[in-house]
């Protein structure tokens, strides 16, 4: 059976042309204006409240509009972006040593692989600058250092120091201050905040996002909501894996119910494998728990250099190690990028010498940071990330080195949008990691509290009153045939989970779906392994459809209900996420085809086939997907094999 079909090429049409650097302050220019007396009559809709949606909705209030925020979760604060923790990429060179913007745009092209457009990531760059002073400004305890400066450390990807942090938390110290510049303008009544609501539908009139219908998770109750524009700021779709570093509320059903709708979906298999989790522990676990890429910093990571070595790594004599990373990649030691961390943890874990009850692990090791610097600077700089550590695995990381491995963390991939942050459908923006816009095929680490901020404090506020000036647009409301027929489609989608009535949870479904998904569409991919998946994720798909169990009904606080919807959302995605990776037959970034390497393990891209973003439009279940293909250029960085070494 087919599984896709290649539709008309896609292109961005928005950013303007001229040398890069320019071409932000061109657009901000060109872009038209809403009178301060006009915003107040213009309502905007954002549904998210993380760093990006948070950012977003207090900026837009503070300029004049009306905004209407959702969130599922009982407090804006708790968004999974609090859950960040090693630090914020800027271009401030503090260090003096050597960065710049164009340095940041560089390393941000080439830690993606060349899979990523080069107008979106130099405005990344730019605008980085100025995020670091609007949050002092707001308060952000950046770490200092004796003399009152901010501190900055390195991060994977960089030989730089650009990563500016607040020890190990810096993403819930962000998210404060978004927070608390989102409650400014609640209490002025700018921003009508809800709480413990999701989003099930997107509302189209005459080609046009102009709404959505959600549910109030405590009472049932279904309402439809209209605006005269829509920013989805919902986050990735990493939990397809079921066990993965997200919070076990991240969903994509927002982003999916746009997918269907209209929005095309770009990129959907470049997911990305964090290199320092702690270890799968049992089959018990429902979530796994991420330990800051920072602390590759101080610690050395290693694995004994002989194959089942048991011993408490301790005993274990310095030339009896194997310090992979520093032996592979000299240049960049154990700061090498994400995705070639995590290939070569499981490349050595392969080879039999990996360490731990699973002998899925390898040791972070900082004996050697702790006698040169002291156990307290350690303390000062990740003391709460040790602390963690010890609480889950019951070890002491200053005495005992601690033991990692890979798993899925964020996702590159999301709905396609154009230099203005606009996706396929009008009217519908789409902002922080549910788009696909900067990443590539590989995000460096820090640069998603970076692309977050940016999007909503700086780029939306611009770029989304350039399209509300285009209006006025017709006034619409929940009786709208458009509004109605949206509503009804939840109603019956709800009814119909609940009618299957079968002998399985819910659970136990997710987890298969995660266990075929990180099989053969993880961290290695294969032809066969893909093609093996999609009959395992169809055949799964309709057992769920035909045996899923949801106790209760949709009158009132439902959990259960709840997982169904976006478990039923996950299988679709699931179906478009091996299709992406098997038409891609390259290997880039996070994106490892089996098939695709060079003679020494990495990487091997196909820049003349594949140098593109796969945009996938929705068709009906059953039909074949359709592609579109938006060609990549680069003018400023050129497509080199990528080199860590």
Same mark, same amino acid.
């Given at each position: ?327 592979? @990649?000299?240049?960049? /030691?154990? &700061?090498?990028?994400? *995705?070639?961390?995590?290939? !070569? #943890?499981?490349?050595?874990?392969? =080879? ?114 350039? @399209?509300?000036?285009? /209006?006025? &647009?017709?006034?619409? *409301?929940?009786?709208?045939? !458009? #509004?109605?027929?949206?509503?009804? =489609? ?129 068709? !009906? ?25």
């Amino acid at each position: 059976m087919e599984l896709f079909t290649e539709g008309e090429p896609i292109a961005d049409t928005k950013a303007p042309d001229g040398p890069v650097e320019k071409r932000w302050e061109t657009r901000r220019f060109e872009a038209k204006l809403v009178n301060p007396a006009n915003r107040r009559k213009l309502t905007v809709i954002v549904v998210g409240t993380g760093l990006a949606g948070g950012s977003a909705a207090a900026t837009l209030a503070e300029q004049g509009y009306r905004v209407r925020s959702y969130c599922y979760q009982d407090s804006p604060r708790r968004a999974h972006s609090i859950a960040a923790q090693g630090g914020i990429n800027a271009a401030k060179n503090y260090r003096n040593d050597g960065d710049s913007v164009h340095r940041l745009f560089y390393d941000t092209v080439k830690g993606g692989d060349f899979r990523s457009r080069e107008s979106n990531v130099h405005r990344l760059a730019e605008v980085s600058v100025n995020i670091i002073d609007q949050c002092v400004a707001q308060g952000v305890p950046f770490a200092r250092e004796y003399g009152g400066l901010l501190d900055t450390r390195s991060f994977g990807g960089a030989q730089v120091q650009r990563t500016f942090y607040a020890r190990g938390q810096t993403g819930q110290q962000l998210l404060l201050g978004a927070y608390q510049a989102l409650e400014r303008q609640i209490g002025l009544g700018n921003v009508e905040m809800h709480t413990r609501h999701e989003m099930l539908e997107l509302v189209v009139v005459d080609g046009r996002a102009r709404g959505i219908v959600v549910r109030d998770m405590v009472t049932g109750e279904i309402s439809t909501e209209m605006a005269d524009a829509v920013v989805l700021a919902s986050g990735g779709y990493g939990n397809v894996f079921y066990l993965s570093t997200n919070a076990k509320g991240c969903n994509v059903t927002a982003s999916w119910r746009a997918h269907r709708k209209g929005a095309y979906f770009a990129n959907p298999c470049y997911t990305q494998i964090h290199p320092t989790c702690i270890p799968v522990s049992g089959d018990h676990q429902s979530k796994l728990t991420l330990m800051s890429e920072s602390l590759r910093n101080d610690g050395r990571v290693w694995v004994p250099k002989a194959k089942g070595d048991d011993r408490d790594p301790r005993q274990i004599p310095e030339d009896e190690r194997d310090y992979y990373l520093e032996r592979i @990649y000299p240049s960049f /030691g154990n &700061l090498v990028p994400r *995705d070639i961390a995590s290939r !070569a #943890a499981k490349n050595v874990c392969d =080879e039999g010498r990996g360490v731990g009850p699973t002998k899925l692990g390898v040791y972070l090791d900082f004996a050697d940071a702790i006698e040169r610097l002291g156990r307290r600077a350690i303390e000062a700089k990740y003391g709460n990330l040790f602390e963690m550590y010890e609480r889950i695995t019951g070890e002491d990381p200053y005495q005992v080195p601690m033991r990692i491995y890979p798993a899925v963390h964020y996702t590159m991939g999301g709905l396609w949008v154009d230099y203005d942050l606009q996706s396929t459908i009008p009217g519908l923006f789409v902002i922080g990691e549910a788009n696909f816009s900067d990443h590539g095929a590989n995000r460096l680490g820090a640069s998603a509290l970076m692309q977050g901020l940016a999007d909503g404090y700086f780029v939306l506020p611009t770029t989304i009153a350039h @399209y509300l000036a285009s /209006g006025p &647009l017709d006034k619409v *409301d929940a009786s709208h045939p !458009a #509004a109605v027929q949206a509503r009804r =489609e939840v109603e019956d989608r709800i009814a119909r989970l609940l009618a299957v009535n079968g002998d399985r949870t819910v659970d136990s479904f997710h987890r298969e779906l995660g266990q075929i998904m990180w099989e053969h569409c993880g961290m290695e991919r294969s032809e066969a392994g893909l093609r093996k998946a999609i009959d395992e994720i169809r055949a799964l798909r309709e057992q769920f459809w035909q045996r899923v169990r949801v106790p209760g009904d949709g009158e009132g606080l439902n959990q259960s209900l709840e997982k169904a919807g976006r478990v039923a959302d996950f299988f679709e995605l699931a179906e478009l996420m091996c299709i992406d990776a098997l038409h891609r037959e390259e290997s880039c970034g996070g994106h490892f085809r089996a098939e695709h390497q060079t003679p020494d393990g990495e990487a091997q891209r196909d820049d003349d086939r594949f140098a593109y973003v796969a945009a996938w439009e929705f068709t !009906a279940t059953g039909e074949p997907a359709v592609l579109h293909k938006e060609d990549l250029k680069f003018e400023y960085v050129h497509p080199t094999q990528r080199s860590y070494k």
